[in-house]
């Protein structure tokens, strides 16, 4: 594709200088696990509407959306959901956006599937992926899912991920009070040495069917010093300027943890990321309260420069900073759901 922006160079900045680097893309809405602080049954229930399948954007009008980013300076793609590997048919999704030179490929997901799915998954294209699991405690963790789906399985879609070459493996906690925390340490203890890349999320006040307060959260600085009491930790430089996880390190070499505070210590300022969902709607920030719908865009005959040009415009116009201004009683605000427009 021509890009119609020329080099990167004319790449869009929003209102406070951020490009457009990151794109999420939430492939379903739709999920096997009903996870309590994300799709918790009351409201995702048996009668919930998820979208029809006319709704929802084709494999080829995401990658056409992937290659239009990619003119604009975007560098890497991560798939989301909902739970992506639900989605009938990712691998070919998974080969057609491979296919785009200069991005890297990555996806999140609960593990449930990616037992029998890493391997083809790799070999479509994904260069990595990070796994959900909030506890290794099974009772815990059947718990937190809510589909009383065993940890053992998600233990085993890791290995096939790490077999496969989808690595560094990256596996995310997010911790929530009264739920987990009780399991930061264990969880620490089993992936050091592993290579794998365990991560510490603080809980956050997304969507506006967890009931979140600011009293759930465990902060990223307790969750450290639980850790570091046991094995201690040290500090390490971020991988690139703008990296999300504070890198830290065991002093005895057995490997490195990252602690994600999305609510304490707020990451706006250096945020590049925007969000499609599986409707077609972009998000510039995970807590926008509405979205730019570009499916009509997309199915009415408007060309890629069209695209191209109603984008930056989005862009340019973007001033978000929710986390830096966050204040401790969000339940009033209404919220896109995280399952709707991936984490
Ligand atoms: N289903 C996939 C999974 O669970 O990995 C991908 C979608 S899920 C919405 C993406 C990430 O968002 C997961 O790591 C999940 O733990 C995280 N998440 C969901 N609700 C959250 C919340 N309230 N606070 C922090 N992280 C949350
Ligand atoms: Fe599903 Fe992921 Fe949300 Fe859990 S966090 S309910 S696995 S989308
Ligand atoms: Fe980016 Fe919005 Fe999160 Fe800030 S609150 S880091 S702008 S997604």
Known sequence: MINPLGDSGAAPRDRMGRHVRDLRVSVTDRCNFRCVYCMPKEVFGKDYQFLERKEILSFEEIARMARIFRGLGVNKIRLTGGEPLVRRNIERLIGMLAAIPGLDLTLTTNGSLLRQKAQALKSAGLNRVTVSLDSLDDTVFRRMNDVDFPVTRVLEGIDAAAAAGL??????????????????????????????????????????????????????????????????????????????????????????????????????????RIRLSTDGKLYTCLFATTGHDVRDLLRGGASDGDITSSISEIWTRRGDRYSEIRTANTGSVKKIEMSYIGG
């Open 167 to 272: 690595a560094p493996v990256k596996v995310n906690m997010v911790v929530k009070r009264g739920e987990n925390e009780n399991g930061i340490v264990a969880m620490a203890r089993r992936f050091r040495g592993t290579g794998h890349i365990l991560r510490f999320i603080e809980y956050m006040d997304v969507g506006h069917t967890n009931g979140w307060r600011m009293d759930d959260v465990i902060t990223a600085r307790e969750i450290l010093g639980m850790i570091d009491a046991e094995m201690p930790l040290e500090p390490i430089d971020p991988n690139y300027p703008g990296e999300v996880a504070e890198r830290w390190r065991y002093r005895d070499g057995s490997g490195e943890i990252g602690l994600i505070a999305s609510v304490t210590q707020a990451f706006c300022r250096d945020c590049t």
